[in-house]
């Protein structure tokens, strides 16, 4: 990972410069795919997946010699629609049975011979909802690859919002005044909501770790509201 990062196109055009699959290998896996004992196509999914991973190999008959099975596990904010079958807390307790070995993924793996791995990405902090908004904003993004290189240890999602902390009533009621709208909006708390899942506190999201760990000034969200119905404003 580059330590120069200084935009997400920057990180698009480093990616684009990575070196593809191995041509010569990709053809050798499809011609020997071709003349083995069954149907075309019988192995289904399998056989494109072969040959993808020979050309990444860069050998037409590779060998898989020590197996992985890596389980990343996070929340995200989507959830407080209510969308998932289990709330955000169930995710603690799936990562605990996969260490306990009481998983169905645990089973494919043993039967596999592979090694398995569960990495929690700060459970805690899930991402944005993302029919609200985007799930990590730019900056947020880089800063987490930035700090991955700086401290691996801080790995994770972080909230990430404008400055300061508001509620959406109160971002709503900003809207109306900055407007010039007279609309009285109604405060409903967290507890009232009828959906189980969770939900940050009045749905202000706590950004004190991102803060601490990345040491970034927040953008003030108030600026912003105004640059956007000024330019609304203008569209009329």
Not at 19 to 33: I, K, Q, S, V, Y
Not at 175 to 182: L, N, P, R, S
């Amino acid at each position: 990972m580059r330590s120069d990062l200084t935009d997400l196109s920057h990180l698009r055009r480093l990616l684009a410069q990575a070196p593809g699959p191995d041509t010569a290998a990709l053809e050798g896996a499809t011609a020997r795919n071709g003349q083995l004992t069954k149907p075309p196509g019988a192995l289904g999914r399998l056989e494109e997946l072969a040959i993808w991973y020979a050309g990444w190999r860069g050998d037409p008959r590779p060998r898989i010699a020590a197996p992985q099975v890596i389980v990343f596990a996070g929340n995200h904010g989507v959830a407080a629609q209510g969308v998932s079958a289990f709330p955000p807390e169930v995710t603690e307790q799936m990562v605990l049975n996969f260490r306990a070995g009481g998983a169905a993924i645990n089973q494919l793996a043993e039967a596999a011979g592979a090694k398995m791995d569960v990495h929690a990405l700060d459970l805690d902090q899930p991402t944005a909802d993302f029919t609200q908004t985007p799930a990590m904003s730019e900056a947020a993004c880089l800063a987490a690859l930035r700090g991955l290189m700086a401290d691996p240890a801080r790995t994770g999602t972080y909230h990430f919002a404008g400055a300061p902390d508001v509620s959406w009533a109160g971002f709503a009621r900003a809207i109306f005044e900055q407007a010039g709208v007279d609309c009285a909006v109604e405060d409903i708390p967290t507890e009232a909501y009828p959906t189980p899942a969770a939900r940050p506190k009045n749905s202000r999201l706590d950004c004190r770790s991102f803060e601490a760990a990345f040491g970034l000034a927040r953008p003030d969200w108030r600026a912003g509201l105004r640059e956007i119905l000024a330019e609304l404003g203008e569209m009329r």
